[in-house]
Antibody, heavy 126, light 108 residues
């Protein structure tokens, strides 16, 4: 089972860009058929899918975003660092949340998040 | 976009009782792409059930999932104190992933 660990600033100013990285250990981020994803959770609220990046042979690098966030989100992959990253632009207080990275091992014929990072709290405030 | 509606919002039961949690989809969920997660306080969610009825690795057989049309059910047959958590259903479809709003399970 792979392990995931989020990292990045815990405080971001309004209108600026939120940037987080997720480091994968216990396996190569480039091997197999996986969706590497970001999910967030405001305090006391439910889970919201942000987006994913796919690794699968020639289609590696394809990205999929929540339609409600697609204009502000970019997810990218750095195979040399075994990491994937999230950029969310023009943040407001509504983007304050715990951000999780997670894996969907899409190659198993199902769709589910079987591995999660511990989560990192990002607060948007001046 | 498929909307998942979970009920009840909160469920309060005693150890040893049976818990039945519901997740209703606004339209058909393709390929049984419906999963259940358990989130204990201060922790990341944990996959319990995938493909509507398959237990994830290490999940006790007290947990089971089922489907009837657009209605999905998570059943915990004999509650234990450590089952205190919020339970979420999640689906994957043409618009990506979406989660239900969660059911909070309280243990009396």
């Amino acid at each position: 089972q792979v392990q995931l660990q989020e990292s990045g600033p815990g405080l971001v100013k309004p209108s600026q860009t939120l940037s987080l990285a997720c480091t994968v250990s216990g396996g190569s981020i480039s091997s197999g058929h996986n969706y590497w994803c970001w999910i967030r959770q405001p305090a006391g609220k439910g889970l919201e899918w942000i987006g994913c990046i796919l690794t699968r042979g020639s289609t590696s690098g394809s990205t999929y975003y929540n339609p409600s966030l697609t204009s502000r989100v970019t997810i990218s992959l750095d195979a040399s660092e075994n990491q994937f990253s999230l950029r969310l632009t023009s943040v407001t207080a509504a983007d304050t949340a715990v951000y999780y990275c997670a894996r969907d091992p899409g190659g198993n014929g199902y769709s589910n998040f079987d591995s999660w990072g511990q989560g990192t709290l990002v607060t948007v405030s001046s | 976009e498929i909307v998942l509606t979970q009920s009840p919002g909160t469920l309060s039961l005693s150890p040893g009782e049976r818990a039945t949690l519901s997740c209703r989809a606004s339209q058909s969920v393709i390929n049984n792409y419906l999963d259940w997660y358990q989130q204990k306080p201060g922790q990341a969610p944990r996959l319990l059930i995938y493909g509507a009825s398959n237990r994830a690795t290490g999940v006790p057989d007290r947990f089971s999932g089922s489907r009837s049309g657009t209605d999905f059910t998570l059943t915990i047959s004999r509650l234990e104190p450590e089952d205190l958590a919020v339970y979420y259903c999640q689906q994957y479809g043409s618009s990506g992933y979406s989660f239900g709003q969660g059911t909070k399970l309280e243990i009396k």
